[in-house]
């Protein structure tokens, strides 16, 4: 399924943009199933005409909600792996994946009905997501390759350390207990990754 291309115009674009906005903010306040096109039009302040010429349906809004938001996490996966200022690639990367997983947390928090709107995700637009992950494994295991050390594994210690890293937050009481398990998490298998390779 493709992503849907957003109008290029300046104004279009920025109702486009309103229109995503307010569509995501009622899919976390009424569900999937209590958000028509009507209440989308009335939330954005747009005509229901004007609505229709973006998306065909409910469904195609969803899309192009969960390709936003998967945007989102690309963006911010991207800029934490920067080189920036000081940081060392250890830093880097634990920034990396808190980001990736605290915004999970955050909006599982966000809304009674993230659960549901999840399991629309997966069934409307897995595939974005699916491309979102492959692309953020890619510049992780990039980025890995920095260090001579971590470099022969950079592929499985990537895959090891943006998969595992999934379910640590399913029982954490608060983000910054989620972020401090995270860190450790992050910092625990690098330390033992280049522990293994100096060994060998």
């Not at 290029?8 to 096109?37: C, N, P, Q």
């Not at 009335?42 to 005509?47: P, W």
């Not at 510049?139 to 350390?161: F, G, I, N, Q, Y």
């Amino acid at each position: 399924m493709q992503d849907r291309q957003e109008p290029a115009e300046t104004e279009e674009r920025a109702l486009y943009k309103r229109v995503i906005r307010s569509a995501d903010a009622l899919f976390k306040k009424v569900g999937f199933r209590g958000v028509t096109m009507e209440a989308v039009a009335r939330e954005a302040v747009v005509a229901k005409a004007t609505l229709y010429s973006y998306f065909r349906n409910k469904d195609e809004l969803f899309i192009a909600v969960s390709a936003r938001i998967a945007e989102g996490h690309r963006a911010g996966f991207t800029a934490a792996l920067a080189n920036a200022a000081g940081k060392t690639l250890d830093e880097r990367v634990a920034a990396a994946i808190v980001g990736r997983r605290a915004s999970l947390f955050t909006y599982m928090a966000s809304s009674p009905h993230a659960e549901d709107l999840i399991s629309h995700k997966h069934q409307l637009a897995g595939d974005i997501f699916v491309r979102s992950d492959e692309f953020m494994l890619r510049l992780l295991t990039s980025a890995l390759r920095e260090d001579s050390v971590l470099k022969p594994s950079a592929a499985r210690l990537a895959r090891a350390l943006f998969y595992g890293s999934a379910q640590i937050g399913v029982n954490s009481a608060s983000r910054t207990v989620l972020e401090a398990d995270l860190e450790a998490f992050v910092m625990t298998h690098l330390a033992g990754a280049r522990a293994l390779a100096d060994r060998t």
